[in-house]
């Protein structure tokens, strides 16, 4: 069964410092991974997408990893701001012959919370 | 910037009744999906569209889902008999063409049932 495991469950870090997140998968075979971020009552946000051939991928204070050998990515936020507060999704994508078939596997998320 | 809009924000119905969420999904994406997120669990896909029809779905959605796109902008879910373990958000979400392409998620509808 195609697994996507997130740790630490829940974060809290003072403003301004970094912190990662962690995402293992089993799915196979593998086409992209993605991380979302989602706060309390909204819908995800998209951060990162990366293919299997990609191992880093930046947006702004969020760089995602990717080690498809090990099924393992990361999620790394620099310099921390109150408004980073929300839950962090690893989304992982099986490889389909249709391009319309798009049921992704969520993980359960990273409740990250920022402090001033 | 365009985006997935989701109506209404918050529905309550009572067990048995049928119940439609509505979504207009960004206006030049071609696919569309339905997710759920039971509260404290993770994101569980329920059904993708495209061409006007079903193109996958899950376990979860069975014979007392639908999903219709009346017309070229609306997208809609129905539960024909809700049931109490059908509370959730429910999220729409839409796609450009790209199988890499990132989803755009609605804010979702709080779906109640008492």
Known sequence: ?????QSP??????????CTL???????????LRWYKQDTGRGPVSLTI??????????GRYTATL???TKQSSL????????????????????????????????????????P | EPEVTQTPSHQVTQMGQEVILRCV???NHLYFYWYRQILGQKVEFLVSFYNNEISEKSEIFDDQ??????????????????????????????????????????????????
Request: one cysteine or more; aromatic letters at 10%.
């Open chain 2, 25 to 27: 999904p960004i206006s």
């Open chain 2, 65 to 114: 889902f639908s999903v219709e796109r009346p017309d070229g902008s609306n997208f809609t879910l129905k539960i024909r008999s809700t049931k109490l373990e059908d509370s959730a958000m429910y999220f729409c979400a839409s796609r450009l063409t790209d199988y890499n392409s990132p989803l755009h998620f609605g804010n979702g509808t709080r779906l109640t049932v008492t």
């Open chain 1, 67 to 69: 080690d498809a050998d």
């Open chain 1, 9 to 18: 469950q829940s974060l809290i870090i003072l403003e301004g410092k970094n």
């Open chain 1, 1 to 5: 069964k195609n697994q996507v495991e």
């Open chain 1, 76 to 115: 790394h936020i620099t310099a921390s701001q109150l408004s980073d507060s929300a839950s962090y999704i690893c989304v992982v994508s099986p490889r389909w012959t249709s391009n319309s078939g798009y049921a992704l596997n969520f993980g359960k998320g990273t409740s990250l919370l920022v402090t």
């Open chain 1, 50 to 59: 990366m293919t299997f051939s990609e191992n880093t991928k930046s947006n």
């Open chain 1, 22 to 32: 962690q995402c293992n998968y089993t799915v196979s075979p593998f086409s992209n």
